[in-house]
């Protein structure tokens, strides 16, 4: 019992024992958690009180990062606003005042807002306040700030002024407080016209003419096909009108009218560049208002705070004023002659079977004024005193019909007898290798060459005949109804333009007469066929030709008259004398004052203008197209570019004989005069004269053309020089025909003769004495060599060597001499049958020489002869000797 007791106690204090171990490691383990759950509870705690201290400072950090976006994003704006009042207001709009000056927009381009101050944004580079007024609007001041509202008118006129063309903004004052001195500065744009005055009680006058104005713009300019002026300079790139600006310093109150009035501008005002800046008075609202409030604290525009500029400075206005009054009055600027020509696409479109229109310049309203060459108006007459651009006029108008019609339609002839080079262009010249496709013939420096004007006449007469012949084949009468009939013919219209024509019919001799004859007849005649003549002249009184002809006159029904044009006009129209620079009468009623039309000619004739256009055609030309003929009166023509010289060749004379040149007729085909020399009595060439240079030349000439004429050996030269001063020429020539020539001087010219004399027994090969200064050789030739003295058989030789092949060209100092060689005063002079006159005189030639009596009407000039041949002349020809050939 005892036993089972003790083994119980024993089984109870083991099972006390583990469940008391047991405790303790649940105690040890629950400690552990106590103190790990106290130290996560630390650890919390210790969080969480460092929480609001980081989300604070995140918060700072995010709040300063937004802040400096913020910043950097209103810089950014800033900037770029900045950069687009730039370009919105470039320029004489949004300089400042200390880099002011004036800068016109371009033809067609907007004008822009205006600059009055800057806007005030904090911590940003200044962005230029813009007030937009030419063409958008207008502008209502008002505040306590009386200095700030003057330098917001200042700024805003001096911007307006600086940013249009000279005499484009005109400005009406109205300012019955100071009777002005609002506008004091100004005050110099009112000797042009460009500023005036309305004083107190004309108010409403000023805006009645505002709405008139309005109205007429309206009406006449736009026309119901733009909506405002600014369309129509945009679409055109011209602005038929210019702003009108009124400026309206305060006042009393406004009447029932007056306030109409003023309504009716601000709404339609800006669309036709009417607009207002006034102070004091109050506008109605409108889009197109823009309010300026001055203040003390600053000042608003629109609604936005800004800081104002201040007033120009007072010499900047004033300056720039009297510049442009200045120019002004000068006159307004040519417009661009790009005007005048069609696109590039167009260029070449336009058919001439009925006539010939283009535009000349720039009328009222910007459009342009349009010329015709046709049957009604068939020729013109432009005139103008020296100086007031006729060829500037003639230029353009070449130009505009030159780009519309191609040279199947159209030709020039072009003349110009005044002192210059300034059509030479038209020509191809060393400096520029193109020239006008549709100029045929340029002539320049004629003024003492009336025998050009004359062959011109000439050889339009001609081409008159042959249209007028193959008419009358087709059995019509009209150049439209020849080239319906005959399209495959060539028959271009053609403008012949003689600029100083009075030139042409000056005095009472032959050419005078002539000229007049042949103009006449052209002029009544010249319409049907297609041929216009276009005459320019500094003023056509004293042209005697003229007198009696009234019948020619009245065929130049299309007249145009430049500034200060006299006698242009019929005689009660004086529109030209008020005319200023840039401008003409364009008149197609024979200058009746009901015909007048104003127009605006473009600056077309300086070289950089003109030669993009010429280029242009240049390169449209075809392929078969030739330069125009160039005749230059004070240049000297060359033989060997002479086509004439150039076609000659071995055995061209075979047949009747060779020729021989002697220099350039003056004439529209550049041809050269020749002498042919067959086996015919009276085959000799006599130079007389005293100038070296010139005898020499033709001798040259014709030693030089008969030679090219023959193989070598074909023909003897004998040639004798008996003056010095000849030498040079005579030896180069020598030189040149080499095998062929025989040189003689004076101790040795008799035996030339005598030589020559028994060689004419036999008819051989041609031989020619090219005799220089043979009356220097009287004395050798006067002894006798045989039977004969030397002068004996010079005229032996005279009188029968052409028909045995042997020809003399001589020349002599003096028509005396040359009778004085030939026999005398009485002797006969049959064996010279051509001649060229140099320094001798009409008179001196006689009637032995010329035929009629009296002699030819020839007058000595440098540089030229007289040319007559028995065989085929009735009068003289005037020509130019050839230049040296070295």
């Given at each position: ?11 109870v204090r083991d099972t006390l024992a583990e469940a008391l171990g047991a405790t303790r490691t649940r105690l040890f383990a629950a400690q552990s958690d106590l103190a790990a759950g106290r130290e996560r509870l630390a650890r919390v705690r210790r969080a969480a009180a460092a929480v609001p201290e980081r989300v604070g400072a995140e918060r700072d950090r995010r709040l300063a990062e937004i802040d400096a976006r913020h910043a950097a994003r ?813």
């Open positions: 019992m005892a036993d089972r007791r003790a083994q119980l106690v024993g089984r209103i810089a950014e704006l800033a900037r770029r606003a900045a950069d687009a009042a730039v370009r919105e207001a470039p320029g004489a709009a949004g300089q400042e005042w200390d880099r002011w000056r004036g800068t016109p927009a371009g033809r067609g381009e907007p004008p822009g807002a205006l600059r009055v101050g800057t806007l005030a944004i904090a911590g940003a580079e200044p962005v230029p306040a813009l007030v937009p007024l030419l063409d958008a609007g207008h502008v209502e001041l008002s505040g306590d700030d009386r200095e700030g509202c003057d330098a917001v008118v200042s700024a805003l006129l001096l911007r307006a002024l600086g940013r249009a063309d000279p005499g484009a903004v005109r400005l009406v004052g109205y300012d019955p407080e100071h009777l002005g001195g609002g506008l004091a500065g100004f005050a110099p744009l009112g000797t042009a016209g460009l500023l005036t005055f309305v004083g107190p009680g004309g108010l409403g006058r000023l805006l009645d003419d505002l709405v008139e104005q309005i109205r007429r713009i309206n009406e006449t300019v736009l026309a119901g096909e733009h909506a405002s002026l600014r369309d129509l300079a945009e679409t055109t790139g011209r602005r038929p009108e210019p702003w009108r600006v009124a400026v309206l310093l305060g006042g009393d109150e406004l009447s029932r009218h007056e306030r109409g009035q003023l309504d009716r501008v601000v709404r339609t005002g800006a669309a036709c560049g009417v607009h207002l800046v006034v102070r004091g008075v109050a506008l109605p609202d409108d889009p197109t208002v823009v309010r300026v409030v001055t203040g003390p604290d600053g000042a608003q525009v629109a609604g936005l705070p800004v800081r104002l500029d201040p007033s120009p400075p007072a010499p900047l206005v004033t300056e720039t004023c009297r510049d442009l009054a200045a120019r002004v009055n000068a006159g307004p600027p040519p417009t661009p002659f790009t005007d005048l020509l069609p696109p590039p696409e167009r260029m070449w479109r336009e058919d001439s079977a009925t006539g010939l229109t283009a535009p000349i310049g720039e009328g009222r309203h910007g459009r342009p004024v349009t010329v015709t060459l046709g049957d009604y108006p068939p020729h013109a007459l432009i005139g103008g005193p020296s100086g007031t651009g006729k060829t500037n006029l003639i230029f353009a108008w070449i130009g505009a019909l030159a780009a519309r019609y191609s040279p199947a339609e159209l030709e020039f002839y072009l003349l110009d007898f005044k002192e210059g080079v300034s059509f030479a262009r038209f020509a191809q010249g060393r400096r520029d290798p193109s020239w006008l496709p549709h100029m045929r013939l340029v002539g320049i420096n004629v003024n003492t060459d009336r025998e050009f004007g004359l062959a011109l006449l000439r050889f339009l007469a001609e081409e008159l005949r042959r249209r007028a012949d193959a008419a009358k084949k087709h059995e019509v009468t009209k150049l439209a109804e020849l080239r319906a009939v005959d399209p495959t013919g060539r028959w271009p219209r053609i403008v012949a333009v003689v600029d100083e024509f009075q030139m042409l019919l000056a005095g009472r001799d032959v050419v005078a007469r002539e000229a007049a004859d042949l103009l006449e007849d052209l002029a009544r005649r010249g319409r049907s066929q297609g041929i216009h003549l276009v005459l320019a002249s500094q003023d056509v009184r004293g042209i005697e030709a003229l007198w009696g002809r009234p019948a020619l006159v009245a065929q130049f029904t299309l007249r145009v008259a430049l500034p200060k044009a006299l006698r242009i006009l019929a005689e009660r129209n004086d529109a030209a004398q008020s005319l200023p620079r840039w401008h003409a009468v364009v008149n197609a009623e024979s200058g009746l004052p009901e015909g007048n039309q104003v127009a605006r000619i473009p600056s077309a004739s300086d070289w950089e203008t003109w030669s993009g256009l010429q280029h242009r055609l240049w390169r449209m030309r075809p392929q078969d197209a030739a330069p125009a003929r160039l005749f230059d009166g004070d240049a000297i023509p060359r033989l060997a570019d002479a086509p004439d010289f150039r076609a000659l060749s071995p055995g061209d004379g075979a047949t009747r004989g060779p020729v021989a040149l002697l220099g350039e007729i003056i004439d529209v085909q550049a041809r050269s005069a020749a002498l042919r020399l067959p086996r015919a009595p009276g085959r000799n060439l006599a130079v007389l004269g005293t100038r070296v240079d010139e005898a020499c030349a033709v001798l040259d000439a014709a030693a030089r053309s008969l030679a090219r004429q023959h193989r070598p050996g074909g023909a003897r030269f004998s040639i004798a020089c008996l003056d010095p001063d000849a030498d040079p020429v005579a030896r180069a020539l020598y030189e040149d025909l080499a095998d062929d020539a025989a040189w003689y001087d004076e101790e040795t010219v008799p035996e030339l003769m005598a030589e020559t004399v028994e060689g004419l027994a036999s008819a051989g090969d041609p031989h020619y004495l090219l005799l220089f200064a043979v009356d220097a050789a009287a004395g050798a030739l006067a002894a006798r060599v045989g039977r004969r003295t030397g002068l004996e058989q010079l005229r032996r030789i005279l009188h029968d060597g052409p028909e045995r092949r042997t020809h003399v060209l001589a020349w002599w100092r003096g028509v005396a001499r040359m009778r004085a060689d030939l026999g005398g005063p009485a002797a006969r002079t049959d064996q010279i049958g051509a001649w060229v006159a140099l320094d001798a005189h009409g008179g001196e030639l006689g009637s032995s020489l010329y035929p009629g009596t009296g002699g030819p009407d020839w007058y000595p000039r440098p540089w030229r002869g007289l040319f007559f041949d028995r065989a085929v002349h009735r009068t003289g020809q005037v020509i130019i000797p050839y230049g040296p050939s070295r």
